[in-house]
């Protein structure tokens, strides 16, 4: 996927998820279980511990509907979670040290979002909508450090999978088991 490039961002040209893009989304479902999110991203935390984010990396199911009626597509809409997401994973991460017992848990999370990265760079790809490519250069962009405010590593995930399921319930078939 294009990062630094300033020109054009991308994203599958399809509407439905790639099988391959299905079945990282039932891992990442798997990893963000309750009880997995419960012990790694709040019992190992100090008590209201929070990351430093921007505004505009937390991305709540409120956010996807707005868009969504905004005409804003699918694909488009999976584009964003998926940066916005793999971007809340690199936030943790940035505070954990390597001995931190939700170390090992980050790195798996963020080796699924890596894999999900190169699963949608494997196919034909073409401009996402003005709204969603500006979110995504913002969050990327180093300027907007002021916009910042404090969220819970496990509201940051619980957004994540909350989503993820929105956006892949219907074409990967996502159970909430």
């Avoid at 040209?13 to 009880?35: H, I, M, N, W």
């Avoid at 005409?71 to 584009?79: D, G, H, I, K, P």
């Avoid at 090992?104 to 890596?114: N, P, R, V």
Wanted: charged content about 25%.
């Amino acid at each position: 996927l294009a990062f630094g490039c300033p020109g054009v961002l991308a994203v599958l040209e399809l509407e439905a998820a790639a099988p391959g893009e299905c079945e990282l989304t039932r891992l990442l479902q798997d990893k963000l279980q309750y009880e997995m999110r419960l012990q790694y991203m709040k019992h190992n935390f100090p008590i209201d511990y929070t990351v430093q984010v921007q505004y505009e990396e937390v991305l709540r199911p409120s956010n996807v509907t707005r868009l969504r009626n905004g005409t804003v597509s699918e694909v488009a809409l999976r584009y964003l979670w998926f940066h916005l997401s793999s971007q809340a994973v690199l936030r943790i991460r940035e505070v954990l040290p390597e001995k931190h017992p939700s170390w090992k848990y980050t790195q798996e999370l963020g080796h699924l979002f890596d894999a999900l990265g190169k699963e949608y760079s494997k196919y034909r790809q073409t401009d996402v909508e003005a709204v969603v490519a500006d979110l995504v250069k913002l969050v990327h962009s180093a300027g907007t450090e002021s916009r910042r405010k404090a969220v819970r590593p496990k509201a940051l995930l619980d957004n994540c999978l909350k989503v993820m399921r929105m956006l892949y319930w219907a074409p990967c078939e996502l159970g909430t088991d």
